[in-house]
T-cell receptor, first 107, second 119 residues
Framework: AQRVTQPEKLLSVFKGAPVELKCNYS??????LFWYVQYSRQRLQLLLR??SRESIKGFTADLNKGETSFHLKKPFAQEEDSAMYYC?????????FGGGTRLMVKP | DGGITQSPKYLFRKEGQNVTLSCEQN?????MYWYRQDPGQGLRLIYY???????QKGDIAEGYSVSREKKESFPLTVTSAQKNPTAFYLC??????????????????FGQGTRLTVV
C-alpha cells in the first residue's frame, strides 16, 4: 500500500523559531507531492505542491528522493501558522494523505 | 458561487440504520473523493471516482457504498455494516483524476465536512 508518514502528531514552537514538519512517502516512482493545511474552522486547502517549486506564506518543501521525504519548512514561524498540516501523495491512482501534524506557534 | 458542498453538517444515526451523506460540486471536476477524518489518524480514503459511473475502493471501504450517476454528485452511504461510523467525513473533488498525463492538476478542493454520530 502507498503510505505517507508524518511522524509528529504535534509540533509546538515559539513565534520566530524555525519550523520543519516531516513527511515521508512510500511510492518508488516519481510521486506528485502536496502539503495541505486546515486552519481552525476552515476547509482543508492546498498549501503547496512540489511540482510548482513555490514558496507559499513563507513555507517551502523540498523533495528528497534518496530519503523519500518531502519536509515542510519555514524559517520564522508566525502565530497565524498554527493549524493542522497534511502531507499527501498522488502516486498515479489515488490521492493519499498522511496522519497530519498539528502545529502550534506560541507567542 | 462555485465550490463543493456537503450536507448535512451534523447527522445523527441510530445503530442499525443506513444513512447517506451528500456531496455536490459545481466546479466541473472529473474526480471526487470521500475521506474519513479521525483524531490522530489523519485522512483515510474511503472511495474515489475518476469519472461518472465508475468508482474505486480506497483503504477503508468496508461498510460504505457510493454512487456516481452524475458528474456533480458523489453521495456516500454509511451502512449498518460499518462497525465504527462515528467520525468526521470529508468530500473532495479535483479537476482530473490522479492518472498519468495529468500531473500537476490534481489539487483537491474540500467540502466543509459532515460530522456523523451514532446514538
Amino acid at each position: 500500500a502507498q503510505r505517507v508518514t508524518q511522524p509528529e502528531k504535534l509540533l509546538s514552537v515559539f513565534k520566530g523559531a524555525p519550523v520543519e514538519l516531516k513527511c515521508n512517502y512510500s511510492y518508488s516512482g516519481s510521486p506528485e507531492l502536496f502539503w495541505y493545511v486546515q486552519y481552525s474552522r476552515q476547509r482543508l486547502q492546498l498549501l503547496l505542491r512540489h511540482i510548482s517549486r513555490e514558496s507559499i506564506k513563507g513555507f517551502t518543501a523540498d523533495l528528497n528522493k534518496g530519503e523519500t521525504s518531502f519536509h515542510l519548512k519555514k524559517p520564522f514561524a508566525q502565530e497565524e501558522d498554527s493549524a493542522m498540516y497534511y502531507c499527501a501523495q498522488d502516486a498515479g491512482n489515488m490521492l493519499t494523505f498522511g496522519g497530519g501534524t498539528r502545529l502550534m506557534v506560541k507567542p | 458561487d462555485g465550490g463543493i458542498t456537503q450536507s448535512p453538517k451534523y447527522l445523527f444515526r441510530k445503530e442499525g440504520q443506513n444513512v447517506t451523506l451528500s456531496c455536490e460540486q459545481n466546479l466541473n471536476h472529473d474526480a471526487m473523493y470521500w475521506y474519513r477524518q479521525d483524531p490522530g489518524q489523519g485522512l483515510r480514503l474511503i472511495y474515489y471516482s475518476q469519472i461518472v459511473n465508475d468508482f474505486q475502493k480506497g483503504d477503508i471501504a468496508e461498510g460504505y457504498s457510493v454512487s456516481r450517476e452524475k458528474k456533480e454528485s458523489f453521495p456516500l452511504t454509511v451502512t449498518s455494516a460499518q462497525k465504527n461510523p462515528t467520525a468526521f467525513y470529508l468530500c473532495a473533488s479535483s479537476i482530473y483524476g490522479p492518472t498519468p498525463g495529468h500531473r500537476g492538476d490534481t489539487e483537491a478542493f474540500f467540502g466543509q465536512g459532515t460530522r456523523l454520530t451514532v446514538v
